[in-house]
């Protein structure tokens, strides 16, 4: 019996679930950890100084700089090639197809955005509207795997649109209003190299370890620039070539060539170590599985289980340590996080929704009807990792970092129990 293998799409809802998972066991245990005797080494831990280089040309970062900065920018390159995929052949690579999740995806950032803004006018809380406009897909999805198992595809699908559309509206506002002041000769060395990569991009250039050795440079100038590391990522991300060596024709006339002769080089034994004629064959076939593969799908594919299982884990162990417990400071923080997330985000996402399919825009996917949306537009609500990302950017202080915190939390967990109760409920037959 032939084993059936899982979709691209399948494989990385597999990988977001369970990354949601331990996403959410590395959080527990900051939390654990910020409210316990040990909170004093948890906090110091994060402190150690770490230094790169040679003497005269190193970088110099905490430990928890090097995890929001350094390795959260794979992250970001990581949404990048999503991002690019969704706009060149996925659910965002026709106007039919986009219109729904990203109209959803607008109204679930405005709507967040201005419910914050309401608790939060002005003083120093002002510049935390961004904290509750994204949705945490790893946990997103790996609650709907959870509270709803036999979802239809096209929820699945929808929400992870959702998300990814979400996503780039976040890296497009930290690009925008959470960046430092200008280094201009670090940003023209960065406008320098990304041109150079786009260079290499046009001229059919394949080799990834190419575009990363440039990549890691870039990323050191953007740093200095003063515009967050996190956005090299996306950029360089747009950058890797789609275009592969052969087409598919090519590629499946060459490998039914080369299994005919894997089957003629077969010795009786079964066993390819025994088979010259066996191994060569696999290397060309290898060899010829790479020549049909875009880059962009090789480094997509490498760097998703890395993504999920250790830089977000390794930033959710980082940051979402707050003390739980006394008097809240900055309540206006709090509150309008909690609000944005809780309210805001399916308040957008369903009056977005009910827009854009009115109109004529856009349609509901199969298997979705209105009341599901509505579970599915909750569930959005859950906004981890970008939040937190957010937050460390907007606030240069703790104490506002740690208000907004007990809001990211506060929100993503309530709005995940709400969606929980509207999708079972459904899935029952009782609405």
């Known amino acids: 019996m032939v084993r059936i293998q899982p979709t691209t799409f399948q494989r990385f809802f597999r990988t977001e679930t369970v990354g949601g998972w331990i996403l959410l066991l590395f959080a527990i245990a900051a939390l654990v950890l910020a409210n316990s005797p040990l909170a004093k080494a948890y906090e110091q831990l994060w ?9 005269d040309h190193s970088l110099s970062l905490t430990l928890h700089q090097w995890i929001n900065d350094a390795l959260m920018a794979v992250f970001f390159l990581l949404v990048g090639l999503e ?12 106007a039919k197809k986009a219109a729904l999740p990203i109209a959803c995806a607008i109204g679930g950032m405005i709507v967040p955005a201005a419910i914050y803004w309401m608790f939060n006018r002005t003083g120093s809380g002002a510049r935390g509207w961004g904290i509750p406009m994204a949705t945490d897909i790893a946990f997103a999805l790996g609650a709907l795997a959870l509270i709803a198992p036999r979802a239809p595809t096209g929820a699945k699908v929808f929400l992870t649109a959702l998300a990814i559309v979400d996503d780039m509206g976040a890296v497009i506002v930290i690009a925008l209003f959470y960046s430092s002041a200008i280094a201009w000769g670090a940003l023209g060395a960065a406008a320098v190299l990304l041109v150079m990569v786009i260079g290499f991009n046009a001229i059919g250039v394949r080799h990834l370890w190419l575009y990363l050795l440039v990549g890691v440079v870039f990323w050191y100038f953007v740093h200095e620039s003063g515009i967050h590391a996190a956005v090299a990522g996306v950029m360089l991300a747009f950058t890797i070539p789609t275009h592969t060596r052969i087409n598919a024709t090519q590629f499946s006339r060459r490998a039914r060539a080369l299994l005919d002769q894997f089957d003629r080089t077969e010795t009786g034994d079964f066993l390819v170590l025994t088979s010259k004629g066996q191994q060569e064959t696999l290397f060309a076939l290898e060899h010829t599985s790479e020549g049909v593969t875009a880059p962009t799908l090789r480094l997509e594919h ?11 884990p390794l930033f959710a162990f980082a940051n979402a340590g707050v003390r739980i417990g006394g008097p809240i400071e900055h309540a206006g923080i709090v509150f309008g996080v909690l609000a944005g997330l809780l309210i805001g985000k399916p308040l957008g996402i369903t009056a977005a929704a009910w827009a854009a399919v009115k109109s004529g825009i856009a349609k509901l996917p199969d298997g979705i009807g209105w009341r599901s949306l509505l579970g599915y537009a909750w569930l959005a609500g859950i906004g981890f990792t970008m939040s937190l990302f957010i937050a460390m950017l907007a606030f240069d202080e703790a104490a506002p970092v740690d208000a907004a915190k007990l809001g990211i939390l506060a929100g993503s967990l309530l709005a995940g129990v709400i969606a929980t109760i509207i999708l079972r409920t459904i899935e029952r037959g009782k609405i």
């Open 47 to 55: 402190e150690i100084p770490l230094t790169i280089g040679i003497v």
């Open 83 to 94: 991002i690019k995929r969704e706009l060149l052949v996925g659910e965002l690579a026709s």
């Open 302 to 312: 490498a760097l998703h289980n890395f993504s999920a299982f250790v830089v977000m």
